[in-house]
């Protein structure tokens, strides 16, 4: 298998989201937007890294990921629902993005600050 992550415009992602991965053929194609800040970026790719091969191990298809992604009316992030198909893997990701980001001594917080901020660009 190959993975590419990349780094695009917000404007270039496929829904009001910071990150996201798909299956393209034998591909994990990992899409983060662009934040100017390089650990910040691997920081969002590594979370996507990690559900991506969180879900394909606990059998959650992409499609699923997806619906309910696009269509998440909630508060917060779509994959802090308890009702989520991908509640878990997306709880473990946050768990080691956060430790990541206390690794390389990053500010948690100001880096989820810029995180909304990006967010709420796109909407």
């Known amino acids: 298998m ?6 695009i415009p917000h404007k270039e992602q496929s829904y009001p989201t910071i990150g996201d991965w798909e299956y393209v053929d034998e ?7 662009k934040l100017n800040n390089f650990y ?3 920081l969002i790719a590594i979370h996507e890294l990690i559900e991506a091969i969180l879900c394909k191990r606990f059998e959650i298809s992409q499609l699923d990921v997806d619906i309910w992604d696009k269509n998440y009316e909630g508060e917060g992030e779509p994959g802090e629902d308890p009702k989520c198909p991908y509640y878990t893997p ?3 990701a946050t768990m080691i993005e956060q430790q990541m980001c206390m690794y390389l001594r990053l500010d948690w917080l100001k880096y989820e600050e810029i995180v909304k901020a990006a967010l709420e660009s796109l909407q």
């Open 27 to 33: 591909q994990l194609v990992i899409k983060v937007s």
């Open 2 to 7: 190959k993975t590419l992550i990349e780094t």
């Open 90 to 92: 997306h709880l473990i």
């Open 40 to 42: 910040y970026e691997s």
